[in-house]
Nanobody, 123 residues
Framework: DVQLQASGGGLVQTGESLELSCAVS????????IGWFRRPPGDEREGISS????????YYSGSVKGRFTISRDKAENTVYLQMNNLKSDDTAVYYC????????????????WGRGTQVTVSS
């Protein structure tokens, strides 16, 4: 079975950093993307970054571009999201998921959603 599990969330102050991890298992083949999403309190899920497994092409939403960096470690089957200069607006539950339709930030294009990890940024 395909499984993805996000971890690494926590409580930080404005301006600090966190690195999230997405442990991936059970995926066969090379042509897929792993995406990071977040759901702020009372708001809808937002696609913020994704990476193609086959060539590491990346995508960032405007809200995180320049502050967040997505990367992958094939040997460890893990996708990371380095989050710098965190703001209170980054407070959300963060999720990772897989897409087989190329590099996309549309939640409906993704499946195998893992349990999220809470990130809280205190000002």
């Amino acid at each position: 079975d395909v499984q993805l599990q996000a971890s690494g969330g926590g409580l930080v102050q404005t301006g600090e950093s966190l690195e999230l991890s997405c442990a991936v298992s059970g995926i066969t083949g090379e042509d897929y993307a792993i995406g990071w999403f977040r759901r702020p309190p009372g708001d809808e899920r937002e696609g913020i970054s994704s990476i193609m497994n086959i060539d590491s092409t990346t995508y960032y939403s405007g809200s995180v571009k320049g502050r967040f960096t997505i990367s992958r470690d094939k040997a460890e089957n893990t996708v990371y999201l380095q989050m710098n200069n965190l703001k209170s607006d980054d407070t959300a539950v963060y999720y990772c998921a897989r897409a087989t339709m190329g590099l996309t930030n549309t939640p409906s294009d993704y499946d195998n959603w893992g349990r999220g990890t809470q990130v809280t940024v205190s000002s």
